[in-house]
């Protein structure tokens, strides 16, 4: 399953960031964070849901970019 959300970022460098900490959380298969759009592009795991992946993408991009923020 995938899924776009609208997120906040301040710099390209900030959104690379974020892209390559919510790769890393379990449930997520891929991401791609667009900062021109503003967007992020979720690929979620067979068996994982947005509901209980989301939260868990949003401590580790606030662990690298502690003012970002991702609107779900």
Do not use: H, Q, W
């Not at 959300?5 to 379990?26: F, G, P, Q, S, T």
């Not at 298969?29 to 993408?57: A, H, I, Q, R, Y």
Request: hydrophobic share 40%; aromatic share 6%.
């Amino acid at each position: 399953m995938k899924k776009t959300y609208k997120i906040e970022v301040d710099c390209a460098n900030c959104a690379n960031k974020m892209e390559e900490a919510a790769k890393k959380v379990a449930g997520v298969s891929d991401v791609v964070v667009n900062f021109m759009t503003l967007k992020m592009k979720v690929e979620f795991e067979e068996g994982s849901t947005p509901e209980s992946v989301m939260p868990e993408v949003l401590k580790a991009c606030k662990r690298v970019e502690s003012d970002c923020e991702i609107f779900f």
